[in-house]
């Protein structure tokens, strides 16, 4: 099996390394890119408490409160808009909520749920980004952080949290928590390929990368719950195994790398949603909380946009 390592970087970068992650992170060079301790273990404790005071997480250890189990999105499963609450399996065979313990919380909003009711999301984005706003005030901001690190690969272009021709922004990150060794199986985004939504400015992009900041980990016998990147860009012909779970023998028999990014709290990193990626889930004590945006990239637009 070939080595494909991430890249581990470190602010401030040297003038002469500024150019060309992003190239070489969109052409599949390596899986990812690693920022470490970008928030200190002390600022994501107080982060973290922060969103349990406001009754927007909970201690696991104190039992799963009602309103919780109510708002989680069962593993396996996407909730398209908040309309009729619907849930929705992400494969055919997947037809029933998964255990109670598996529970996911999402702090924010989200395009890949509520975009196809446009007046919908827009409106829960600028709900969400008021929300984030008001729940970080006073602590180092996470998103900011992951947004300062992404414009140090960036010094040509501008980051900015996406936004449509009327002004209005999109969800400019989210927090998710996941309970109970909650995980996702091998799969790939993009508003291009997958989602196809051409009626939004994120469809511009050539390429969709993830910026993610780990804000708390579950470690189980001294194993964490880490993002496993597999060298292999989404093609149709890849999508049957998608679908029906059999993309590690697929992966096995096209002897196919991967990479666990290995990531503690405080840690940011930005991949490729291109390639296919999981997180298998493991049962720790605490949950595994992270801020989580994706981001559009085309090597000769002047911007690069950023969403939840």
């Not at 199986?185 to 994120?202: I, L, M, N, W």
């Amino acid at each position: 099996m070939m080595n494909w390592p991430a890249v581990e970087l470190k602010n401030p970068l040297p003038e002469s390394q500024t150019a060309g992650y992003l190239e070489g992170l969109a052409a599949g060079a390596y899986p990812a890119m690693i920022f470490r301790q970008v928030l200190s273990a002390d600022e994501c404790k107080g982060i973290m408490s922060r969103l349990i005071e406001r009754d927007l997480l909970f201690d696991p250890a104190m039992g799963i409160p009602d309103k919780f189990r109510q708002d989680s999105i069962p593993e396996g499963h996407y909730r398209e808009g908040n309309e009729d609450q619907a849930l929705r399996a992400w494969r055919s065979e997947q037809t029933g909520a998964m255990g109670d313990e598996k529970i996911r919380i999402d702090i924010g909003t989200s395009l890949g749920y509520r975009g196809s009711d446009r007046e919908s999301f827009l409106k829960h984005s600028a709900e969400s980004n008021t929300l984030l706003d008001s729940v970080f005030d006073g602590l180092t901001n996470p998103v900011e952080k992951l947004y300062e690190h992404l414009q140090l690969l960036a010094p040509t272009q501008r980051v900015c949290t996406a936004i449509e021709p009327d002004g209005r922004e999109y969800g400019k990150a989210i927090v998710r928590a996941h309970y109970g060794g909650y995980s996702y199986a091998p799969h790939f985004d993009s508003v291009r390929r997958r989602e196809k939504r051409t009626d939004y400015q994120a469809y511009r992009f050539e390429h969709q990368f993830a910026g993610v900041l780990v804000l708390q980990n579950t470690v189980l016998d001294g194993v964490s719950a880490q993002c496993r990147i597999h060298k292999c860009f989404w093609e149709p012909e890849v999508q049957p195994f998608l679908a029906e779970n059999k993309f590690h023998e697929y992966a096995k028999n096209n002897s196919i790398a991967n990479t666990d990014v290995v990531l503690e709290p405080g840690d940011l990193y930005f991949f490729n949603t291109g390639c296919i990626h999981e997180v298998p889930g493991i049962d720790g004590e605490d949950a595994r909380v992270v801020l989580a945006t994706f981001i559009g990239y085309s090597e000769d637009d002047p911007e690069i946009y950023v969403w939840s």
